[in-house]
């Protein structure tokens, strides 16, 4: 169910009417962007994003969004739910002229104080996180302590442990959790041997055991950046990026698991420059993406493990621009979209959009038989 009475403005356009009409969640004042979608049970949805230098949180139950609350100063929010409910979230921030992750947790309504992650001398950015069915918490970053930036790894137990993993030089690292055996997938961008262009890199373990990273670009001559991730229930892992060629990008997206991948396919039309891609996997089954293509948001989807790509649809256009979007599935299919754009008062907010399940039971109904024996 969508909420009854949605805020919708003249600067967003919804083109597609499967889903609700957008919604304004962040304050009505400053510059907000870069938002996270973390959708629970029971209809829960939690959004992060930044407004004014400091990490902002709203919460949405029965349909209705709390008032957006500051967290903490930050930037780059990242975050992940628990099996009991409790939302935990990491950021960058700069404090005493060093840049450093730090991880917060909102516990029964009452947010925690900071603690810090990243515990190197480096510049630490770029934090994604992922927590596991027992509840655990883990978390990747680009930190450049050894002169370079390189991804490290790190997880809460008791207090935050840490560490680089092996070969792994790159920057804007995302994170995912296997759906088949709670193995964690990282994919980030990094330049290739002999080569300035940068390239989509993956690589998986756990704690202390990590493959070597894997090249699945494989487009030396092109800048291939934003790479998203999402893991299927049957232990697929699926990647998206966007590739430049020229002034131009488009979507490029690549499935398979680790020694065996599909080769890369492009997905957005080649001619027009789409970027950002976002990936989500519901009902277990269920691909969906997002770009941004200019000022509209576009979707497509395809079902696992043999389906092809639907043909892509506009959903949104903002007239402003919008950017930073996110996607995310519920526990019962639903899919949660956010981005910053926009609003008609020359700000930049943070909006919210639903779609139901895209497989719906089917229903049977008994024949009925008139004058029959």
Same mark, same amino acid.
């Given at each position: 169910m969508f909420p009854t009475e949605p805020t919708s403005?003249?600067?967003?356009?919804?083109?597609?009417?499967?889903?609700?009409?957008?919604? &304004?969640?962040?304050?009505?004042? #400053?510059?907000? &962007?870069?938002?996270?979608?973390?959708?629970?049970?029971?209809?829960?949805?939690?959004?992060?994003?930044?407004?004014?230098?400091?990490?902002?949180?709203?919460?949405?139950r029965e349909d209705k969004w709390s008032t957006p609350r500051s967290v903490?100063?930050?930037?780059q929010p990242a975050g992940g739910l628990t099996p009991d409910g409790a939302l935990h979230a990491v950021f960058s921030n700069e404090?005493? #002229?060093?840049?450093? +992750?730090?991880?917060?947790?909102?516990?029964?309504?009452?947010?925690?104080?900071?603690?810090?992650?990243?515990?190197? =001398?480096?510049?630490?950015?770029?934090?994604?996180?992922?927590?596991? $069915?027992?509840?655990?918490?883990h978390a990747v970053w680009a930190d450049t302590s050894p002169g370079f930036s390189v991804i490290y790894y790190g997880w809460l137990q008791n207090t935050w442990l840490n560490e680089p993993l092996s070969n792994a030089r790159g920057a804007a690292p995302v994170l995912a959790l296997d759906g088949a055996d709670e193995t964690l997938h990282v994919a980030?961008?990094?330049?290739?041997? #002999?080569?300035?262009?940068?390239?989509?890199?993956?690589?998986?373990? $756990?704690?202390?055991?990590?493959?070597? =990273?894997?090249?699945?670009?494989?487009? =030396?001559?092109e800048e291939s950046l934003e790479v998203a991730m999402a893991?299927?229930? *049957?232990?697929?892992?699926?990647?998206?990026?966007?590739?430049?060629?020229?002034?131009?990008?488009? +979507?490029?997206?690549?499935?398979?698991?680790?020694?065996?991948?599909?080769?890369?396919?492009t997905v957005s039309d080649p001619a027009v420059d789409?970027?950002?891609?976002?990936?989500? +996997?519901?009902?277990? $089954?269920?691909?969906?993406?997002?770009?941004?293509?200019?000022?509209t948001l576009h979707t497509v989807r395809r079902e696992l493990p043999a389906g092809v790509w639907l043909p892509p649809r506009p959903l949104v256009m903002?007239?402003?621009?919008? *950017? #930073?979007?996110?996607?995310?599935?519920? =526990?019962a299919g639903e899919l949660h979209l956010t981005w910053s754009g926009w609003e008609s008062n020359s700000q930049r907010a943070i909006f919210h959009s639903e779609h139901g399940p895209l497989n719906r039971p089917k229903v049977f109904l008994p024949g009925v038989v008139v004058g029959g024996r």
């Open positions: 403005l003249p600067s967003q356009v919804l083109l597609n009417p499967a889903w609700s009409t957008p919604q &304004v969640v962040s304050a009505p004042t #400053g510059r907000a &962007v870069t938002p996270v979608v973390i959708p629970g049970r029971d209809g829960v949805v939690h959004l992060l994003w930044e407004q004014n230098g400091r990490v902002h949180h709203a919460l949405r903490a100063t930050g930037q404090f005493a #002229g060093k840049h450093n +992750i730090f991880h917060v947790a909102w516990v029964n309504g009452v947010w925690s104080l900071p603690r810090l992650v990243s515990k190197t =001398p480096g510049m630490s950015s770029s934090p994604s996180l992922a927590v596991d $069915r027992a509840g655990g918490v980030y961008q990094a330049s290739g041997v #002999g080569a300035p262009q940068r390239e989509i890199h993956h690589l998986q373990g $756990r704690r202390y055991q990590w493959s070597l =990273p894997e090249n699945l670009s494989q487009s =030396p001559n893991c299927a229930p *049957d232990g697929s892992v699926h990647l998206a990026w966007q590739e430049h060629v020229g002034e131009m990008a488009h +979507i490029r997206y690549v499935s398979g698991r680790q020694g065996a991948w599909h080769a890369p396919q789409s970027r950002e891609p976002r990936l989500a +996997i519901t009902q277990e $089954r269920q691909l969906s993406m997002v770009w941004r293509s200019s000022d903002n007239a402003g621009g919008l *950017d #930073g979007q996110d996607l995310a599935g519920a =526990p």
